[in-house]
């Protein structure tokens, strides 16, 4: 269950993550407090070196827990992150990456979650990350 | 001083940063272990609600934090970041943003910086971030 | 498959870890690059209010990511945490506390590592945690 | 000025954080928004090797960042740490630390601190902290 459909997700990253439509970022799936986002492969995405960019990652994950937490709390358009740690693990390879996240903490005023990347040709662990989002107060 | 000129600077990230040639961010000013780049303000910067996309203020730390380690190493291409902490403390206004960057370690393998975010129309602090970055063996 | 022995980990804790000792912490299982330590309860570990005191879920999780690491990389004992990031996510009971660490990158010269404690009574999340570990160059 | 006293901070800590008082730290100034902690130097602290215990400095580090934040806001009990973030950078030496620590942020519900700690014989940067505290609705 998603108290938000995939379609009225995808509607509200049209207005308010610009770089996820930019970047061709895809929602795969939404459930309660789960959300898969696909980042098809672009060659602009890499750094000589064959690392993507990290920007990018973080785009991903950013979607990814913001969907997560939208499956759990509805429409609340003004949760807003707060705080945002990534752990770059290994490179990934010319390939599409995959954002698996997840909320490990709903409070009412405070939201975690947790996200793994992983690259979609070798199915390795690619950054982890953890961020926390501010819940409005008018929301819960 | 520094061990590369922002001339140098300007043309290794137009081959390994493109996000920030894109953002059209500016080095303004390099010396040994600072930086400070500027993103001049543009409207798809901002999020309905205010709020500057996370994403663009992590590409804008990434590149300050990248210069100042370069100005302390000299052109290491390999250095990667291996893990990104920000906390987002207040909204920016409709203005450009200002890293300053400093490294705060600089080890034989790890160096870690720390930048501070500014909104240029009010001067308040609208992002910490601290960095690590992993430098390799050979360009000790 | 582990390459030390519960044994071996606790004669190097009680070397090492000095606080991990006085704290009564028990290392309980150490599989390949897995390990679960509990903290049995004591009062003095909560503060008013009913929270556990951050140090000792601090120090908890970092003996629980270094028995992990070792089980997968031996007896090295240089190996020193760089980075320790933890999201404070539920009050615990009072309860023991149990630390599940895992190894999630295991590099030449970096590792990671993620550890969930939870409160024993509830089996509710208490707290999460990713640090990373430099690891000696010779020893590799 | 401080909202509340060295000696009121003082009474506080010996209810809230035993660790903090059998760890003998001493709070050494508190001003609008910043806060000094010695940690007298005790070979308890130290690992074989010289590392001082991650969770001594963390101990340390909490301490300070709260006596910070209740320096601006008083005597709010129930401000509790939501996230932690450190990063080791040097080895001390035999010697006492000081945690310098401030307040980078201070919101409704969400404050953001940040420490600085140093070794006091050589005056170099041991370890810096980010954190976040959550203030309870009422206390505003």
Redesign the interface.
């Known amino acids: 269950m998603s108290e938000i459909s995939i379609v009225q997700m995808e509607s509200l990253i049209r ?5 996820a439509v930019e970047s061709g970022f895809i929602l795969e799936s939404l459930a309660d407090g789960r959300a898969v986002v696909r980042a098809p492969y672009r060659s ?1 995405f890499l ?3 064959g ?1 993507i ?4 990652m ?2 991903l994950a ?1 979607y990814a827990i913001y969907a997560a937490l939208l499956s759990r709390i509805g429409l609340v ?2 949760a ?11 490179r990934p390879g010319e390939a599409d990456l995959i954002a698996d996240a997840g909320i ?2 709903l ?1 009412k ?2 939201a ?1 979650g ?1 996200v793994e990347i992983v690259s979609a040709d070798r199915n390795n ?1 690619v950054a ?1 990350v ?1 961020a ?1 989002y ?1 819940i409005p ?1 008018d929301s819960a």
């Open positions: 207005e308010q993550l610009p770089f602009s750094r000589p070196g690392t960019a990290g920007p990018v973080m785009g950013d358009e003004l807003v992150t707060t705080s945002f740690n990534i752990n770059f693990l290994s490990i903490k409070g005023r405070l975690v947790e662990l982890h953890t926390t501010s107060p």
